[in-house]
């Protein structure tokens, strides 16, 4: 108790208050309140008492009974803030708006007077079911015991909030049962963009709020230099505020604090704590002094003149920069997932009554078909595959000895790994009444009995070197924002894109400090919501688990087809994979009118590819024999007593990936002796893992030659699987990205969004811009999305290449680039300078950014050469002048500072490694003369010059330099090989390079 009554935050007020003239401050000895009876207490006029631990409220209560004084807090409602379920009947009547909740209550002998069941993602209590994420908090107020409870599909477990311990509030436990002793409340959860809002009132009059990063996220407490929480105060709206008086009126406590909520537009109380201050503002100190000094004054003695104390309005948002600098508004991002495992699907017709049993049971005869995908739908389906395969053990039947082979593989992929993650794995089922349809014209065509087709699809799954992909990305993303501050006049050197060594630096800062809004999109596919998640890991500098990250940062988006394929383009895409079948399938070299045909736009990496590949069905032949070669080895390996039992990547056995290239053999080649061409993305895809992840132990002495060759084949059929000629093109990307779009257009339009959690400036303390805002949307989704957004920014008309030579350069770039690579990313940024007219034309201006990805396979002379962050200005073409100039032997003079100490930096290494190409020409291996290869991810700025000189080829047009205009650094056109160490296995390097396109 005597903590509490001689804080900071006590004593500070306590020293205000005694500065009022009709007013003089007693603290109770601590003594006296436990051990002395109430009529023993010294006597006052008003009286401030509020619960704490060991603290006597009833004897509390008793004495105000006794004497009567006037009371800031109630005393006798302090005891309904002690239990949760009064605190929710009260913000009810109220007409509070809170998180949906459910009452369970036990005696003490565990009996429950609710009905209560648990299954693997939800609970039903009473009638009232809650779907995973859930929260369940014990009944009493003063356990602060809190857990929330995940999705199987965000990985499962829980959360365990309890009162901060050192630098933690929570841990991740992987236990995902519910407590089965206590009476709890269960709420829906809610996800607040990791965010958690502090509101303190001071009367009905006043609220002061202040937001911190949710104990939830990570368990991790930030805390400042004297040890403090990290906590800004941020902006209320007018409904908050009247939120705050409901409860200040309601709950009778004048200096009251409570929990809110923002999400999904709304907000939410979740819970009321009674007496509280606010820990480390002076501001607020005297405000505090002077509403409660005068509210005693008034209560006690109203002939007293007294001044009214008005909170003032929310200030108008001032830009912090002027002249020519311009303030960064608005990022955008459409970003591919990371590193996955490869895609695979079985399909197989069965008619056994099990399954039959298992489609009525979870009611697929309503719809005709059925989607299992959570643990326990398929343990049944593994329990049935179990069950035949032992029957055929003992009995001979001869349709369920067609379908051995195909049960064996369902029953090994419903195995891996021991348990069921929910979100790689999924079996489909559809019901044919007449049976499968024929495959050909040749098959019989009579009526069949009724039957399931089962489709089985898994793989897909991001891997381990997918999370670091995406995580080192989220770091080096940070990078995109200003980076520093003036500090005394001076720009410290070296600190662009730091965050942690000067206050007031850094992405990190910005966002902390509530000056940034972040939301973050994901389609509903499992790869790409783990990358997001990973990302967000790395981009906010979080630790622990992905699944609280997910939860609570990343909001799907497969509720309003934002980034989910539409239907629309299906007929065209159709048609545009039947010409390429047909074509390819042709046994004949490509021609004049093949170029014209298959390549209408003249894209450059499509016509490399095709020069290289010549003959498309002997290319084909070609792959699918060492396809074969490789079967032979893997089936080798698989067989050997020394390798059989080798570990390979991501706990894969030899058993599945014999079957994983079994199956792509047989697909490939049709029995009419043409190639299936849609397979050759995935047989790229499969080799391209592979050699990345398995060649160490795999020794494929062809590996690398099946890769250049599938690659060429799929750089000319991935990206024409999106059209062929420009109209095609723009018809398959705009059904499929116009709600993208739109969604963009708007984040470009609106500063901010109503829910928004702001600093307010009037509180803030050591933040050099309090003004500062950014808008940040990311967008994370698939390899389709990407190929249609670039399509519609190439051939929608955005610019004309013929009268901007820096968008033509762009483009140039683009037209080359054969692969969009895991990460491939496109970013928008908006700039705007505050001190033109709101018309003019020049108030805004927007940049768009591209890389191509995670990693990429070319280092030879077709690869792309970038044009650099800059156009091609009066600047750029002194510095190429200056460049020529120094070649020929001769030098110019730099006579601005600026220069001087551009020209001061150290020269970028010119030794040039031997180089591995996955192009179409020779095999090189990079490896430096006097350093092992590395594999370095790009952790921010400072690391990008190591880069230069280690193992990322960089163009000679490429530019590193600070931009002046917009305070960050930037980097483009890079050339990213995929890196060869030593034992053979492949690595891969982050993106540090982007394309600045206008």
């Known amino acids: 108790m005597k903590k509490k009554s001689r804080s900071k935050p006590m004593s500070e007020i306590i020293e205000r208050l005694e500065r009022f003239e009709h007013l003089n401050v007693l603290i109770f000895d601590e003594d006296v309140i436990l051990n002395s009876p109430v009529d023993q207490w010294p006597q006052c006029d008003c009286l401030i008492s509020f619960h704490s631990s060991g603290f006597p409220l009833e004897k509390a209560i008793d004495y105000w009974k006794l004497r009567k004084p006037f009371l800031l807090n109630d005393l006798e409602m302090q005891l309904d803030l002690q239990d949760r379920v009064a605190v929710h009947r009260i913000l009810e009547e109220e007409g509070v708006d809170q998180p949906r909740y459910v009452l369970l209550k036990r005696d003490f002998s565990g009996e429950s007077n609710y009905s209560l069941q648990e299954t693997e993602d939800q609970i039903e209590v009473n009638g009232q079911m809650f779907i995973k994420p859930f929260v369940e908090k014990p009944v009493s107020a003063e356990d602060h015991n809190v857990y929330i409870y995940y999705p199987t599909s965000a990985g499962g477990g829980s959360q365990r909030l309890f009162r901060k311990i050192g630098s933690r509030s929570s841990v991740y436990s992987p236990v995902g049962k519910i407590r089965r002793s206590g009476s709890y409340i269960y709420e829906e959860f809610m996800a607040t963009d990791g965010t958690d809002i502090k509101v303190y009132t ?8 202040e937001a911190r990063k949710s104990p939830a996220l990570d368990g991790k407490v930030d805390r400042d230099k004297d040890g403090k929480e990290v906590r800004y105060p941020i902006l209320l709206s007018a409904k908050e505020k009247l939120i705050a008086r409901k409860i200040c009126l309601a709950f009778k406590q004048n200096v009251c604090g409570f929990d809110l909520l923002r999400a999904n537009g709304k907000c939410y109380v979740c819970d009321v704590n009674g007496f509280s201050f606010v820990k480390t503002s002076t501001k607020y100190y005297d405000d505090c002094a002077s509403i409660l000094g005068n509210m005693i004054i008034r209560q006690l003695a109203p002939n007293v003149a007294f001044s009214f104390y008005y909170q003032p309005d929310d200030p108008p948002i001032v830009p912090t920069t002027s002249g020519t600098m311009m303030e960064l508004r608005c990022v955008i991002a459409v970003i591919r997932h990371a590193d996955r495992t490869p895609k695979q699907k079985m399909k197989m017709e069965v008619r056994h009554k099990k399954f039959f049993d298992l489609f009525t049971k979870y009611n697929g005869f309503k719809k005709g078909h059925l989607k299992l995908k959570k643990p326990k739908q ?22 369920l000895e067609d379908k051995r082979f195909k049960l064996e593989q369902l029953k090994s992929v419903l195995e891996m790994y021991g348990h069921f993650s929910g979100i790689y794995r999924k079996v489909q089922m559809k019901y044919q009444p007449h049976g499968a349809p024929p495959k050909s014209s040749s098959d019989d065509e009579q009526p069949k009995e009724p039957s399931l087709v089962m489709i089985l699809k898994w793989g897909g799954e991001l891997t381990p070197a997918g999370k670091t992909q995406a995580e080192d990305l989220g770091k080096a993303f940070r990078c995109m924002y200003p980076g520093g501050e003036e500090l005394d006049g001076l720009r410290s050197p070296g600190i662009s894109g730091d965050y942690g060594n000067v206050p007031g630096l850094g992405f990190l800062r910005l966002h902390s400090t509530f000056r940034h809004d972040l939301k973050l999109y994901a389609s509903d596919e499992g790869r790409v919501q783990m990358t997001a998640a990973a990302f967000t890991k790395g981009l906010l500098a979080l630790e622990g688990e992905l699944a609280p990250i997910l939860v609570q940062m990343v909001k799907s988006a497969n509720t309003n087809g934002l980034l989910d394929n539409d239907c629309e383009a299906t007929i065209t895409q159709t048609m545009v ?40 069905r002997h290319m084909c032949q070609r792959v699918y024999v060492l396809i074969d070669s490789l079967t032979s080895r893997i089936r080798h390996l698989r067989d050997n007593l020394k390798t059989r039992n080798t570990r390979l990547y991501h706990r894969e056995s030899w058993e599945l990936m014999m079957r994983r290239w079994v199956k792509l053999e047989k697909d490939f080649k049709l029995k009419n002796g043409n190639y299936d061409v849609t397979k050759i993305p995935d047989i790229f895809d499969c080799i391209k893992y592979d050699l990345q992840h398995n060649q160490d132990v795999l020794q494929f002495d062809q590996a690398e030659e099946l890769y250049i060759c599938s690659k060429a084949l799929a750089d000319i059929i991935i990206p024409q699987e999106y ?13 499929i990205i116009t709600p993208l779009l739109r969604k963009i257009h708007s984040d470009l339009q609106r500063n901010f969004e109503d829910d928004c959690t702001r600093l307010d400036t009037r509180y803030s303390q050591g933040v050099s811009t309090p003004h500062r805002h950014v808008r940040t949307r990311l967008y994370f989704t698939s390899e389709s999305h990407i190929h249609s957004f670039l399509n519609v920014l190439r051939y929608g008309g955005f610019l004309d290449d013929m009268k901007d030579e820096q968008w033509k350069r762009a483009m140039e770039y683009i037209n080359a680039v054969s692969e969009l690579n895991y990460m491939t990313q496109i970013v928008i940024m908006m700039y705007e300078d505050p001190n033109k007219p709101a018309s003019s034309e020049e108030r ?36 190429e002048k200056k460049s020529s100039s120094q070649e020929s032997g001769t030098s110019t003079d730099d006579t601005t500072p600026e220069k001087k100490e551009r020209k001061s930096k150290p020269a970028k290494s010119k030794k040039k490694p031997k180089a591995r190409s996955y192009g179409y020409g020779e095999l090189k291996e990079i490896i430096h003369e006097e350093d092992p290869p590395q594999s370095l991810p790009l952790k921010d700025i400072k690391n990008a010059k190591k880069l230069h000189s280690d193992n990322v080829n960089f163009d000679d047009n490429s530019s590193n330099d600070e931009c002046d205009e917009c305070d960050f650094t930037s980097l483009h056109g890079s050339t990213i090989p995929i890196n060869i160490d030593q034992s053979g296995s492949v690595k891969t390097l982050v993106p540090d390079g982007r394309l600045l396109l206008f």
């Open 202 to 209: 001071l009367g009905p009059g006043y609220a002061h709020a």
């Open 378 to 399: 398929l343990q049944e389906i593994l329990d049935i595959s179990r069950a035949l395969l032992t029957e055929l053990q003992h009995h001979t039947d001869p349709e």
């Open 577 to 616: 994979k039947d010409k390429l079948k047909k074509r390819i399938n042709e046994d004949t070299e490509f021609g004049p009118e093949d170029y014209e045909n298959l390549n209408p736009t003249e894209t450059k990496s499509i016509n490399d590819a095709m020069k290289y590949v010549k003959n498309p």
């Open 723 to 735: 059209g062929i000629t420009v109209p095609e093109k723009l018809k398959i990307g705009t059904s």
């Open 844 to 879: 805004f201006h927007v940049e768009l950014h591209f890389s191509s990805g995670a990693y990429l396979d070319s280092t030879d002379k077709n690869y792309p050469k970038g044009a650099g962050y800059r156009p091609q200005n009066k600047e750029n073409k002194e510095k």
